[in-house]
């Protein structure tokens, strides 16, 4: 699709809103899946949210969203589509030693269910309305987590799209984000894990990199 096709007389939307944990603090067993719930509310002057992938690009969002560049500033001439993620800075002990997402003693998923941003084909928010959103579960890897006090940071979620300059080079922008924003106890979601056993939910998990993980998923 061409970028004039964009294109748009109507001032730009702005969609703002706050993210924040529905359960920041609390205990977990050894063994136990541990679901990341977040509340979004939209900001009383904020535009309304809508989505719809199952529609043609750009998917029932707001066309005036939509980035006429890319992250390193190349004007868009086309769209591939549109995806959307999930995404937490890896300043955590979930996942690894500080610094690193790779190994550590849980992995990510991102299963099919009720309030699942990443597996929400369509929805809308009005602005100052509020939606409950499951970002991620996570599991213990090999089924058991060593005791301890784990801590997770800065986790968000939104739409992006991708495409290619007029050079045929590939781009790709975010469309909209949401995230805590902050790096430290202030807004970080933390379980004390016991050895106490119980029974295990049993979720499939993904995806891993350096200083930020993002799970896509394609329209």
Known sequence: MA????CSTQAQAALVGSLEFLEPDGTAAAN???EVWVRLTLDPASDDLTWDLNQNFP????????PDTGFGGEAFESYYGAYSFVAFSCNDTFLSTPGSC????????YPSGPGLWFDQDSGSLAAGASMDI???VLVPDG???PDGTYTLFNIGFGMG???EDANGNYLDADIFSFSTDCGDESCAFTRTISAVPLPAAAWLFSSALF???VARRRS
């Open 3 to 6: 970028l004039a096709a964009l």
């Open 32 to 34: 136990e899946a541990i």
């Open 59 to 66: 998917y029932g969002v707001d066309p005036t969203l939509i």
């Open 102 to 109: 790779s190994g550590g003693p849980y992995t990510t998923s």
């Open 134 to 136: 499951l970002l991620t």
């Open 143 to 145: 089924g058991v987590a």
């Open 161 to 163: 799209v991708d495409g």
């Open 211 to 213: 200083g930020l993980v």
